[in-house]
């Protein structure tokens, strides 16, 4: 089975600041992995994802990760914070569903961030 | 605009009916998901199909049932609603090795 922990509930920073959101996973296969973001009353929509290949994956919004597999990380970060960057952040890991398309989502339970003017 | 086409975008309901949400997956795509959102649960999978068969399960009530048409669209059927079921409802589509895409959600609210 597959799981995601997201590290803090609820993370602030200031405008400017890095912005550094914490995602561990567990899966027996080789994962995929992804971010999404839902800003307020909206859907979710993707940052980033790993698949194979480059460990750091650049996403939209200055936004990057990095896949550590030895620490079974899959860490969210942006230089510099913006006002607009105020959202929920998802973690989510997924399998190859035989090929057929990727298999369920499994996603953390969130993180709220806040950026502070 | 993720191409995911989700209706209705609210639906306000009392406990004992049955809703239906529909999903249209984006052009091409031929896995179709389903997801609920709720405060206490987060984001649960219930249940995914590709190509019109059921693919896999997850947290779903056997009150609710899925099923994805020949034309890809799919439907998810709520029946004998409680007011637990109050949620956000996300369809999301996907084509063989390309990202999931999510639609806008419905909300439903069980009064």
Known sequence: AQSVTQLGSHVSVSEGALVLLRCNYSSSVPPYLFW?????NQGLQLLLKYTTGATLVKG????????????????????SAHMSDAAEYFCAVSDDAGGTSYGKLT???????TVHP | DSGVTQTPKHLITATGQRVTLRCSPRSGDLSVY???????????FLIQYYNGEERAKGNILER??????????????LSS??????????????????????????WLTVV
């Open chain 1, 107 to 113: 996603f953390g339970q969130g993180t709220i961030l």
């Open chain 2, 64 to 77: 609710f049932s899925a099923q994805q048409f020949p034309d890809l669209h799919s439907e998810l059927n």
């Open chain 1, 36 to 40: 999404y973001v839902q800003y307020p």
């Open chain 1, 60 to 79: 939209i919004n200055g936004f990057e990760a990095e896949f550590k597999k030895s620490e079974t990380s899959f860490h969210l970060t942006k230089p």
């Open chain 2, 34 to 44: 389903w997801y609920q959102q709720s405060l206490d649960q987060g984001l649960q």
């Open chain 2, 81 to 106: 609603l409680e007011l637990g079921d109050s949620a956000l409802y996300f369809c999301a589509s996907a084509t063989r090795g390309n990202t999931i895409y999510f639609g806008e959600g419905s």
